[in-house]
């Protein structure tokens, strides 16, 4: 049996967790892959610079785009060849520069979906820790001074060293696989009390059971 002393001491535990993971949930600004700039969608053709003004990009279509393009329409049969794209072989307007398909931005919004999902994951994990330590002081607390109940402080010692070890890769399949553990470790924590709680089947501990089985349930909705 404990006293408020040791649950004092795992309440400190778990507002350590819960400082660090807040730092973890704070917004910070996404990661984007550099845009290539305006010019460098200018192909050259022939000798020269390297980069054509708008100009020089006519003069050079006049030259030589036309024969291109006409010879490549006389040659219905051609299949192309492995690893080569279908391109539009619609004319280009004088100064129309050809430009290169560009993946990047898909590849953008997908490492953003995935951050946002990791983001739900961990604001869902701080309102559960948040919530419990509130239950813990103002419900919890005032009927341990009445009852001693069992508890164990350690699950909060490592509740609280696995969210410090989170908020050290902030990213990667290390931080996925921390606040898994986090999200296992706060489940255990809750599921204890809840056992513990069910040794005194006093209406007094109604009330901190069912705040506790609500926390217990959203934290199982992740």
Same mark, same amino acid.
């Given at each position: 049996?404990?006293?408020?002393?040791t649950?004092?001491?795992?309440?400190?535990h $778990?507002?350590?967790?819960?400082r660090?993971?807040?730092?973890v949930?704070?917004?910070?600004?996404?990661h984007?892959?550099?845009?290539?700039?305006?010019s $460098?969608?200018?192909?050259t053709?022939?000798s020269?610079?390297?980069?054509?003004?708008l100009?020089?990009?006519?003069?050079?279509?006049?030259?030589?785009?036309?024969?291109?393009?006409?010879?490549?329409?006389?040659?219905p049969g051609k299949?192309p060849?492995e690893g080569?794209?279908?391109?539009?072989?619609?004319?280009l307007?004088?100064?129309e520069?050809?430009?290169?398909?560009?993946?990047?931005?898909?590849l953008a919004?997908?490492?953003?979906?995935?951050?946002?999902?990791?983001?739900?994951?961990?604001?869902?994990?701080?309102?559960?820790?948040? $919530?419990?330590?509130?239950?813990?002081?103002a419900l919890?607390?005032?009927?341990?001074?009445?009852?001693?109940?069992p508890l164990?402080?350690?699950?909060s010692i490592e509740?609280r060293?696995?969210?410090?070890?989170?908020?050290?890769?902030?990213?990667?399949?290390?931080?996925e696989?921390?606040?898994?553990e986090a999200?296992?470790?706060?489940?255990?924590i809750?599921?204890?009390?809840?056992c513990?709680?069910a040794?005194f089947?006093?209406?007094?501990?109604?009330?901190?059971?069912?705040?506790l089985?609500?926390i217990?349930?959203n934290?199982?909705a992740?």
């Amino acid at each position: 049996m404990a006293g408020p002393a040791t649950l004092l001491a795992s309440i400190g535990h $778990q507002a350590g967790a819960l400082r660090m993971l807040r730092a973890v949930a704070a917004p910070h600004p996404p990661h984007s892959p550099p845009q290539p700039s305006h010019s $460098q969608t200018f192909s050259t053709r022939g000798s020269g610079p390297a980069w054509h003004s708008l100009g020089e990009e006519a003069e050079v279509f006049k030259a030589g785009g036309a024969q291109e393009l006409e010879g490549e329409r006389r040659a219905p049969g051609k299949s192309p060849k492995e690893g080569e794209e279908i391109g539009d072989l619609s004319p280009l307007s004088p100064g129309e520069p050809r430009t290169e398909k560009l993946t990047w931005p898909r590849l953008a919004r997908c490492e953003t979906l995935r951050e946002m999902a990791l983001r739900s994951k961990m604001s869902r994990l701080v309102e559960a820790t948040s $919530q419990l330590v509130q239950v813990e002081q103002a419900l919890l607390l005032p009927l341990l001074q009445q009852h001693p109940l069992p508890l164990h402080p350690k699950d909060s010692i490592e509740f609280r060293n696995i969210c410090s070890h989170m908020a050290l890769q902030r990213e990667g399949q290390q931080f996925e696989r921390d606040l898994h553990e986090a999200h296992q470790c706060l489940k255990t924590i809750i599921e204890k009390l809840l056992c513990s709680l069910a040794i005194f089947p006093s209406d007094s501990y109604i009330p901190v059971r069912s705040a506790l089985r609500q926390i217990l349930q959203n934290l199982l909705a992740m």
